[in-house]
């Protein structure tokens, strides 16, 4: 099993910054992508940005110029700094990551979601 704990999300207002922490733990031999989505109300879940364990990252195009996402290996920890924000990065913000286990298998994990508004 692994857990995920995301911190950081809040209100703030339009022009602000923000950032996003996730931390995984459990049963985890390596993370080959950790990665950030968002659902605004109404709206399908879509990618902000992703990191691969050793590529290049990927970012939304509504994400690029604005976003940095980053992870520290050692601790297991994605994180999502969102700097210039709108009021329509409003959303819940999840962590995702695609772990590999000691076992061999890939899983998928989601965190629970941090609220993010942002007010004009």
């Known amino acids: 099993q692994v857990q995920l704990v995301e911190s950081g999300g809040g209100l703030v207002q339009a022009g602000g910054s923000l950032r996003l922490s996730c931390a995984a733990s459990g049963s985890i031999f390596s993370i080959p992508v950790m990665g950030w989505y968002r659902q605004a109300p109404g709206k399908q879940r879509e990618l902000v940005a992703n990191i691969p364990s050793g590529g290049t990252t990927n970012y939304a195009d509504s994400s690029k110029g604005r976003f940095t996402i980053s992870r520290d290996n050692a601790k297991n920890t994605v994180y999502l700094q969102m700097n210039s924000l709108k009021p329509e990065d409003t959303g819940v913000y999840y962590c995702?990551?695609?772990?590999?286990?000691?076992?061999?298998?890939?899983?998928?994990?989601w965190g629970q979601g941090t609220q993010v508004t942002v007010s004009s």
């Open positions: 995702n990551i695609v772990v590999k286990t000691r076992g061999a298998q890939i899983m998928n994990y």
